[in-house]
Each structure stands twice: as C-alpha cells, then as structure tokens.
C-alpha cells in the first residue's frame, strides 16, 4: 500500500506571514489523520496472513460444477475420473504476472503431492491456442494444463481474479476457493490442504 501525502506550498507576498486563528487546529486534525494512518498501516501489518491469503470455504449448499476441459494432449478431464485424489485446480493466464511468479509453488506442489495423492490441474483463461503452445514450451509443466477457452469454467467455480484456486476433496466436492496470488507456505492454505489429503478416501 503507498499513501502520499499532499503538501500545500506556501504562497508569496505577504498573505504568507498572516498567522490564521485556526492554525492550532488544523496541525491538530493534520496531526490526528496521521496518527491514524500509522496506525492502519500497524494493523496491516499485524495482520494474521490467512486474511492476506483471500481464502474461503466453498458455499456448504452451493454444488461442485462440471470441470469437463481438455488439455493439450486431447484429453477431456472430468472430476469423477479423479475421485479418491485431492485435486488443486489452478486458474491462470499467460499475460497475469502473479500466475507465471507462481509457477515455481505449482511445480512443488506437483512434485509434493505425488506422494500422498493430490493432484494439480492448471486451467489456463482464455489465452490462444499459439500464446498457450509458445508459454508452455517455454515454461514446461509437470501437470496437466487444462483450457478454458471461453472462460465459462472459470465462471463456474465463481472466479473473480487470476489467479484463482479451487481445492477439491477426494470426494469431488469443492471445499476451497483462494482469489488471487498462492502462497504455497501460507498457514490457510497449507493448513486446507493438510486437512484434505489427511482425509480418508470414498468407499
């Protein structure tokens, strides 16, 4: 957060030497506003990080939509076929700076996951088919990368910024949404997926 505060010169003449009845007042309203800015500033900071992580509980009554996306290899991906999984699917697009600075937390999280059966998704928004094919040889993914070529899914799963993510329990139901940037490290996030992959699969 940057505030900028806005300092009046003084005007020339002799209206500069005049000294106004209210003068006390306004350096002590100048004074008070900030004083209250410093202290916004401290509770920011003071700020517990899952607030910061933007997370939330999937709506209890509100169902998991359909995934139904393909992926660069022609496969169509379903959330039934992935049942017994924990499933992290990742929205994102090729021109959001936050989504490409993030790629190295997806890749661990792949990597990590493997072992205890939790797989990523990566859902690219909407790029073209050329803008996608160049990135990704660019930037190889060791996970599955969806399209969402008009943006419907992304909709579906109530996304509102990139890069979004859904974390979906091995029941294939959703039970987190996290708007905006991932902290792979962060207490909420961690903690979410912690509790999903120490759940017990369906029988």
């Not at 090729?94 to 072992?115: I, Q, R, Y």
């Not at 859902?123 to 050329?130: G, I, R």
């Not at 993914?141 to 899914?153: F, I, N, S, T």
Request: charged share 20%; net charge positive; with cysteine.
């Amino acid at each position: 957060m940057t505030i900028t505060l806005l300092h009046s010169a003084p005007s020339s003449g002799a209206r500069h030497t005049v000294r106004s009845a209210h003068a006390p007042a306004t350096r002590r309203v100048t004074f008070l506003l900030l004083a209250s800015a410093c202290l916004a500033l401290a509770v920011l900071a003071a700020a517990p990080a899952r607030a910061l992580e933007r997370m939330e509980a999937w709506p209890a009554k509100r169902p998991t939509p359909a995934l139904g996306l393909t992926d660069l290899t022609g496969h169509t991906w379903q959330l039934d076929e992935l049942r017994g999984k924990v499933v992290l699917l990742h929205f994102w697009a090729t021109w959001c700076e936050s989504c490409v600075a993030e790629l190295p937390h997806l890749n661990a999280l792949a990597a990590e996951g493997a072992k205890d059966s939790t797989v990523v998704l990566s859902v690219n928004y909407k790029d073209a088919a050329a803008t996608l094919a160049e990135f990704t040889a660019a930037h190889p993914a060791p996970y599955p990368v969806l399209r969402d070529r008009d943006g419907e899914a992304f909709k579906r799963f109530g996304g509102v910024v990139l890069p979004a993510t859904i974390l979906i329990d091995r029941s294939g139901r959703a039970r987190w949404r996290l708007s905006g940037p991932l902290d792979a490290a962060g207490p909420a996030f961690t903690t979410a997926l912690a509790t999903l992959t120490a759940e017990a699969a369906p029988h």
